[in-house]
Nanobody, 123 residues
Framework: QVLLVESGGGLVQAGGSLRLSCAASGRTFSSGAMGWFRQAPGRQREFVAAITWSGGSTYYADSVKGRFTISRDKVKNTVYLQMNSLKPDDTAVYYC????????????????WGQGTQVTVSS
């Protein structure tokens, strides 16, 4: 079993920055990928970014490209999402997820999920 715990959410003004963390425990990751998703009220959960665990290849949604950076620390089994130039449209609950096989933009293809952390960007 894998446990994912997110932290780092909060309230920030537009143009500000936040860094989210996702600590994984319960297994050692040597393959697969980690992803960040978000869900705003009344909207479907959407892909934000992903990183392959072994090679560190990164993938981003067009809406966050150039503003968000995903990274991982293999020793700490932790994935980060650095969010800069935040906009009110970035307001959502952010979820960390892990997939045992190939990375994906589709939430249902991920095997494990964290509980989510709220990010609120004020205008």
């Amino acid at each position: 079993q894998v446990l994912l715990v997110e932290s780092g959410g909060g309230l920030v003004q537009a143009g500000g920055s936040l860094r989210l963390s996702c600590a994984a425990s319960g297994r050692t990751f040597s393959s697969g990928a980690m992803g960040w998703f978000r869900q705003a009220p009344g909207r479907q959960r959407e892909f934000v970014a992903a990183i392959t665990w072994s090679g560190g290849s990164t993938y981003y949604a067009d809406s966050v490209k150039g503003r968000f950076t995903i990274s991982r620390d293999k020793v700490k089994n932790t994935v980060y999402l650095q969010m800069n130039s935040l906009k009110p449209d970035d307001t959502a609950v952010y979820y960390c997820a892990a997939v045992k096989l190939a990375w994906s933009t589709i939430p249902s293809e991920y095997d494990y999920w964290g509980q989510g952390t709220q990010v609120t960007v004020s205008s």
